[in-house]
Structure formats: structure tokens, C-alpha cells
């Protein structure tokens, strides 16, 4: 029982996490709330989230998906280095913010095969694709860009280039990438391109890696940094220069390989590598800041709570929520506006079940008009339509 605060906290840092002195990051920027009213602002969020969902939907219909899709579908989904597009495609359509970094780590293992690289051709009367030419780092794969077709009009290009830094533990001794370079064709036009940078510390952990991806007006792009004192990732997927979804998150402290697994290693948690962190999180104009700017203060305060000192259940939880309120910062805004949705605070909730009281820490919404409800109760009326749309996009992607 005495972990329950370090348990929320460590949720709250690695699922909605860490600082920084850019403005999206900024812990210290003062709102003013919206005047519009509660349901007025509920229009506004699920509006938010209807337009994201009709861009994403006309991500189906590009050249580059319809070129993915024919590959996958034509050729059966093999061999081997048609499984991490296939991949890709889906999860980018599902709108996992790890697309980028799954594709990476598959395009890792597909050059670990020294036996892949080279032009394949695809054969239509053998259903089978001929290797036609040799190469020591690139992969070139000749396809029908439309489903039935025979006609090879689509050309996957893959250039993959290994770093220097050796992969810890490894036998035969593997190499950390350092650049990838993924492009596809259909009639001789690139409909997507996707590059990849990375450099390392001697012992394989990032010091600043870059991913990208562009189909159509689609464009997507992944940044990790850490100079051992901060960090810093911003993941953001863009509709020309309109922001669709992007997710920040950085961190300060002694954020070396060696702390954190000394940490690890010792049972430890957080409080012995980092001093400040938060987290930002947006769906076209609608955000989410969170964060501790003042994580050590915030350990030493819940150290003080001892669950053996209390007699009540309820007290204990309440402290919990106490010390939680005190220490982090969080609330949802409008982006384009600059004001306040709601804040977010901690609160005590209580069940009874077979005659016995249950409590846990819950957070809720401090809404404009001073009112408060749990996310479950605000969200449960005035995004009907939302809802419908996210089940019917779900069905059809299989998510």
C-alpha cells in the first residue's frame, strides 16, 4: 500500500510525462478558461475529433496506401521483407503513435539477413518474385501498385546503412542502424518516403534519433534526444501544416544509462534519475498538458505518507490525492484559442461491495463553471457522433 502514490506517479511521468522549456512544455503558462459553456466546449472537442477522423479516413484512398495494400494483397504477404510494410500500413491506418519506431526495429532484423538484399521482381504467372540482381545494401522490389494487376508498376527501394555502435549482448555481434532510407514508387512518382537517422553513445542508448514518413500531404516525424541531463520526444503527424496528432515529452535529470539501470537494479524508481518531467498530448485543437516541475518534492512528500500511521482508509487516499494535487500540473485546453478546457485534480472515490468499503485515487475534471465530474460522467453525453464514427473506424481497420 505504501507504493499507491510512487505507482500513480510512475503511470502519470511515462504515460503523461516530463518537462521542458519549450512553450507546448511549459508548466508555468498561465490559461485563462473559455467562456464558452460546458456543452458549447463539449461541441468544440467532439467537433476536434470529427475532423481528425474524416482526415484519417482519406489516408485510404492515396496512392501510396493503395500501393502498400496491392503489395500486401497480391503477393500474399510474403516473403519476408513485405511483413514490415504490411505492418506499417496497418498500423498507420490504426493511428499507433509507434508505427515509426515498430517499422525501424523490423527494417533492423530484415538487414540482419544477409540474403535479402538485392532487385526482386515479381512473376505473376508463378506468383512468385524472381531475384533478378544483387546488392550489398539495398533492396529493390519491382510490383503491381494496383490489386489484380500483372503490370509492375510499383517499386519498393529500401537503403539501409549500419552504424559503428555494436548492439549490447549480441552473438554474431550486430550494429545499431545509423540510416534508412525507404521509398515507394508507383509509375515512376514517389507516393511515400520514409528516412531514418540515429546516433548512439558506445553503449547503443540514443542520442538523437529522427524518423519521418510522407504520403501525399500526410507527414509524420519522430524526434528522441538526450544529452544524459535532459530528454525530450516529440511525435507529431501533420496534414500539410495542420497538426493532427503530436505528443511531446521530456525529462531532466541524470538520465544516463548507468542511473537508470543502477536504479532498476536496486528496486528503485524515478526519484533516483529525475528531477522534472511533463507531457503534452494533442487531437487537432484540443491538448493535454501534464507534469511534475518539481519531482524530488514530490518523492519526499509521499515518502511522509506511511500506511501503517493511519486507521481510516479513506485519510490515507485522501493524503495521496493531497500530495498528487499539490505537486502536478495538469489540464486540457484549446490550442488555436489559448484557453482553458478544464483543469485536472485528484479526488477520493469510494464503492461498497459485499459490505465493505473500497477508496482509490481518481482523477476529475474542474470544468470552467466550477462544477466537477469524473472523465467517465463528462464524456458520457454530447459525443454520440464521435463515438459512432471511432466504433465504424475501428471496425473497418480492426482495432
Known amino acids: 500500500m505504501k507504493r499507491t502514490l510512487f505507482s500513480i506517479a510512475t503511470a502519470i511521468i511515462f504515460l503523461l510525462s516530463f518537462n521542458s522549456c519549450k512553450d507546448n512544455l511549459d ?162 512518382s514517389v507516393v511515400l518516403k520514409a528516412n531514418y537517422s540515429g546516433s548512439f553513445n558506445a553503449d547503443a542508448t540514443p542520442k538523437k534519433v529522427t524518423q519521418t514518413l510522407e504520403i501525399d500531404k500526410y507527414n509524420w516525424k519522430l524526434e528522441f534526444t538526450n544529452d544524459d541531463k535532459d530528454a525530450s520526444a516529440k511525435y507529431s503527424l501533420k496534414y500539410g501544416s495542420d497538426v493532427l496528432l503530436q505528443f511531446e515529452a521530456a525529462a531532466a535529470g541524470t538520465l544516463t544509462a548507468t542511473a537508470i539501470e543502477e536504479s532498476m537494479e536496486s528496486d528503485g524508481g524515478p526519484q533516483d534519475f529525475l528531477n522534472s518531467g511533463a507531457v503534452y498530448f494533442q487531437v487537432m485543437n484540443v491538448a493535454m498538458l501534464g507534469g511534475f516541475k518539481d519531482y524530488q518534492g514530490f518523492y519526499k512528500a509521499g515518502r511522509k505518507i506511511n500506511y501503517s500511521d493511519y486507521n481510516d482508509d479513506e485519510e490515507y487516499y485522501q493524503d495521496i490525492a493531497d500530495v498528487l494535487n499539490n505537486y502536478l500540473v495538469m489540464y486540457a485546453y484549446f490550442v488555436k484559442e489559448k484557453k482553458k478546457i478544464a483543469d485536472v485534480d485528484f479526488y477520493v472515490y469510494s464503492y461498497d461491495e459485499y459490505d465493505y468499503s473500497y477508496f482509490s485515487v481518481e482523477p476529475r475534471l474542474v470544468l470552467s463553471d466550477g462544477s466537477k465530474q469524473s472523465m467517465e460522467k463528462f464524456f458520457s453525453k454530447g459525443f454520440e457522433d464521435l463515438i459512432d464514427q471511432v466504433q465504424s473506424y475501428q471496425a473497418e481497420y480492426g482495432m
Open 27 to 188: 508548466l508555468d503558462k498561465t490559461l485563462n478558461f473559455s467562456k464558452l459553456t460546458v456543452e458549447e466546449q463539449k461541441q468544440q472537442i467532439e467537433q476536434s475529433g470529427l475532423d481528425f477522423m474524416e482526415k484519417m479516413d482519406g489516408l485510404k484512398d492515396t496512392k501510396a496506401m493503395t500501393a502498400l495494400n496491392a503489395l500486401v494483397v497480391n503477393t500474399g504477404g510474403s516473403p519476408m521483407f513485405v511483413k514490415p510494410i504490411a505492418q506499417l500500413k496497418g498500423n498507420i491506418q490504426r493511428n499507433d503513435m509507434t508505427s515509426l519506431d515498430t517499422f525501424n526495429k523490423q527494417m533492423k532484423v530484415l538487414a540482419e539477413d544477409d540474403d535479402i538484399w538485392g532487385t526482386y521482381t515479381w512473376n505473376s504467372d508463378t506468383e512468385t518474385f524472381n531475384f533478378v540482381a544483387s546488392s550489398k545494401t539495398t533492396l529493390t522490389v519491382l510490383f503491381p501498385a494496383t490489386e489484380g494487376s500483372t503490370s509492375n508498376t510499383g517499386e519498393l527501394k529500401v537503403d539501409y546503412v549500419e552504424s559503428t555502435v555494436k548492439v549490447p549482448n549480441t552473438n554474431p555481434v550486430e550494429y545499431m542502424p545509423k540510416s534508412i532510407e525507404v521509398v515507394v514508387k508507383v509509375k515512376g
